[in-house]
């Protein structure tokens, strides 16, 4: 299964959950969870947080119309859900609310079960968020160029409005000089 079905927006944050990450890792997500607990000063709150309960519903929620939907549909405009991980089994009956890795808690959590096959995933884990960051850096560099465009064709429409103006005694036409008559007239 591809890493990108792993990773979802949570909080604005792209983010794999602990059982899929303990899977990569080869280790149980006990295991995995205890090195986090065990090493917490490694872990701030931008690297791992659990899953708020209302969070932990909406997934569940997505859970039963997992055949319904399109996988990639982005929940509410933050969520997008985990119909393969989910549905597999794994998380649906826990007892607390799974933790979160963002990328650096990814490779934080690598560091610390310093297992060689955690590290070797780890490194697939960067580049596949890299390579899920790479769009959005193009769309960036798409909407400055666009509002540089807009910018200037503010300063060209603000330019030919002036001209305009210039312009508009020069092409109304010119008064009609009274016609000379023909023939003697006495005034």
Do not use: C
């Amino acid at each position: 299964m591809p890493l990108e079905t792993l990773i979802f927006t949570l909080r604005r944050q792209k983010v794999l959950l602990d059982a899929d990450l303990a899977a990569l890792y080869a280790v149980p997500t006990k295991a995995l969870n205890q090195a986090v607990k065990r090493n917490a000063e490694r872990f701030p709150p931008d690297f791992v947080f659990r899953i708020l309960p209302r969070e932990m519903a909406d997934l569940r929620s997505q859970f039963v119309a997992a055949g319904e939907q399109d996988p990639a549909r982005q929940y509410d405009g933050a969520l997008r859900s985990q119909f393969v991980t989910l549905n597999s089994g794994r998380g649906r009956h826990r007892k607390y609310p799974p933790y979160a890795f963002t990328e650096h808690g990814a490779i934080m959590a690598a560091t610390v079960l310093n297992s060689p096959r955690a590290i070797s995933m780890s490194l697939y884990v960067v580049r596949t968020f890299i390579q899920m960051r790479e769009p959005i850096t193009a769309n960036a560099d798409i909407l400055k160029r666009l509002a540089e465009i807009d910018h200037t064709l503010l300063k060209h429409d603000t330019s030919l409005q002036i001209i305009w103006r210039e312009l508009q005694p020069l092409l109304r036409p010119a008064p009609a000089s009274p016609k000379r008559q023909i023939g003697f007239h006495a005034k």
